[in-house]
């Protein structure tokens, strides 16, 4: 199972960040609403992950974010159409 959070290998992340795996969209809304908190370095934009100052973020809101990562990477792939399975 791949990890729903880590700390930023790339240099780009900023020191005391999180980067937490996220699918796009959620990504996209996190950044509009509170750029102060959540931001995304050239390095991560192709990632499905966002990077979280951890020193602006309240632990109750972190707690809730990771649950969302959780349930992000541990979700079951949607089911294929009988056509794709065949290769058509």
Same mark, same amino acid.
């Given at each position: 199972?791949?990890?729903?959070?880590?700390?930023?290998?790339? &240099?780009?992340?900023?020191?005391?960040?999180?980067? !937490?795996?996220?699918?796009?969209?959620?990504?996209?809304?996190?950044?509009?609403?509170?750029?102060?908190? *959540? *931001?995304?370095?050239?390095? *991560?934009?192709? *990632?499905?992950? !966002?990077?979280?100052?951890?020193?602006?973020?309240?632990?109750?809101?972190?707690?809730?974010?990771?649950?969302?990562?959780?349930?992000? !990477?541990? &979700?079951?792939?949607?089911?294929?159409?009988?056509?794709?399975?065949?290769?058509?």
């Amino acid at each position: 199972m791949e990890n729903s959070w880590r700390i930023p290998a790339n &240099r780009s992340a900023e020191p005391n960040s999180l980067a !937490v795996r996220v699918d796009f969209d959620d990504r996209a809304e996190l950044l509009a609403t509170n750029p102060d908190v *959540y *931001y995304v370095t050239d390095h *991560y934009v192709g *990632y499905s992950a !966002v990077l979280v100052r951890l020193s602006c973020v309240n632990p109750d809101v972190l707690r809730d974010l990771l649950g969302m990562a959780y349930k992000f !990477v541990t &979700r079951k792939p949607a089911p294929r159409s009988p056509a794709r399975k065949r290769g058509k």
